[in-house]
């Protein structure tokens, strides 16, 4: 991960193209003498890496949910 500068209107905090990812965090306005925009953290991934994410975030999610079901079946 590395800090970025950047001018341009708004800051995406995922941005995807053909072949990788730029995730974007912790962005700050920045207006100084000799330069006005962005600073912000940018991580760059494949494509691959970014998909093998979020299924793990989905499958987590499921966890989770099945969980809540269990209980509040146990309840019932």
Same mark, same amino acid.
């Given at each position: 991960?590395?800090?970025?500068?950047?001018?341009?209107? +708004?800051?995406? +905090?995922? %941005?995807?193209?053909?072949?990788?990812?730029? &995730?974007? +965090?912790?962005?700050?306005?920045?207006?100084?003498? %000799?330069?006005?925009?962005?600073?912000?953290?940018?991580?760059?991934?494949? &494509?691959? %890496?970014?998909?093998?994410?979020?299924?793990?975030?989905?499958?987590?999610?499921?966890?989770?949910?099945?969980?809540?079901?269990?209980?509040?079946?146990?309840?019932?």
């Amino acid at each position: 991960m590395s800090r970025v500068r950047g001018t341009q209107g +708004s800051v995406p +905090s995922v %941005e995807v193209g053909k072949a990788d990812v730029r &995730l974007r +965090s912790n962005v700050v306005r920045v207006e100084e003498d %000799e330069f006005v925009g962005w600073e912000y953290d940018e991580e760059v991934v494949s &494509l691959h %890496e970014y998909i093998d994410r979020l299924r793990d975030q989905i499958s987590g999610q499921d966890d989770a949910i099945d969980d809540i079901v269990i209980a509040l079946l146990a309840v019932v």
